[in-house]
């Protein structure tokens, strides 16, 4: 399968987002990079240019459905869009206080709302042209709540579970769907960690899984390989021994 030509990626200024548009980026390919820090935007869409891309840099937030659509609509119509990736994100940070009931409300605007307001305007316009992919990212850590963290869980689980659904009712329409469950990536939502990583990797490695993932149209795309394996086998278990497990892991806040 052939790279996508017109590709629109939310939180595209960091982390995954970031080395995603750059991976994407070559002659002939038009992105649209939407994110809410304009100096990294910047920094991103002048790497992407360097590689060939024309890129439009769109300063905006995530949770407010009404600029989400006329932003995706708009993009459309300059050039109809191939792929859709629905990847922006927020996480509580580190720490033992517990979330407060600001950060809850916060991750889940952005985490599972900003994915709505992002994947409803696209699949409304991949109708109209009867074509198209959307990208949605989830997390390891939508298989199972966790103390450390449980908006955060929430919120990804929410968006996996939802995306996982609209593959199979998408179909008709000839959109496919595809839900990304990443471990651990370098980001700024790891770099605030205070405990082990297992198989932390770079950007530019995950933007590479995704990739292929994408063009082979798999329905989950989780990596690591082993993280992904453990995680199913920790859902998987009682839970009484799951919360004696997680009792004891690094706390998320």
């Not at 390919?29 to 590689?51: Q, S």
């Not at 839900?179 to 770099?191: E, L, M, N, Q, R």
Request: include cysteine; aromatic fraction near 6%; charged fraction near 20%.
């Amino acid at each position: 399968m052939t790279d996508p030509n017109t590709v629109l990626i939310t939180g595209a200024s960091s982390g995954i987002g970031a080395s995603l548009a750059e991976s994407y980026a070559s002659s002939g390919k038009r992105l649209f990079l939407i994110g809410r820090n304009r100096t990294r935007l910047n920094d991103v869409a002048i790497k992407c240019e360097k590689l060939g891309a024309v890129v439009h840099k769109v300063v905006l937030d995530i949770k407010d459905p009404v600029l989400c659509s006329h932003v995706i609509k708009e993009a459309n119509e300059i050039s109809s869009l191939d792929l859709v990736i629905a990847n922006a994100g927020i996480s509580g940070g580190t720490g033992n206080t517990g979330e407060t009931d600001s950060q809850v409300r916060e991750i889940m605007d952005v985490n599972i709302y900003g994915v709505i307001n992002t994947v409803l305007p696209a699949i409304e316009v991949m109708k109209v042209t009867g074509r198209g992919q959307i990208a949605i990212m989830s997390s390891l850590a939508s298989f199972k709540g966790l103390p450390s963290a449980p908006a955060y869980c929430a919120s990804k689980a929410a968006v996996r579970a939802w995306g996982e659904g609209l593959r199979g009712d998408l179909k008709k329409d000839n959109i496919k769907v595809s839900v990304i469950t990443p471990g651990f990536v370098k980001s700024g939502i790891t770099a605030v960690n205070k405990f082990p990583m297992p198989f932390l990797m770079d950007g530019s490695e995950a933007a590479t899984i995704i990739k292929k993932g994408l063009q082979r149209n798999k329905a989950r795309i989780s990596f690591p390989k082993p993280m992904y394996l453990a995680v199913l086998l920790f859902a998987s278990l009682p839970l009484y021994f799951s919360e004696f497990i997680s009792d004891r892991l690094p706390k998320k806040s």
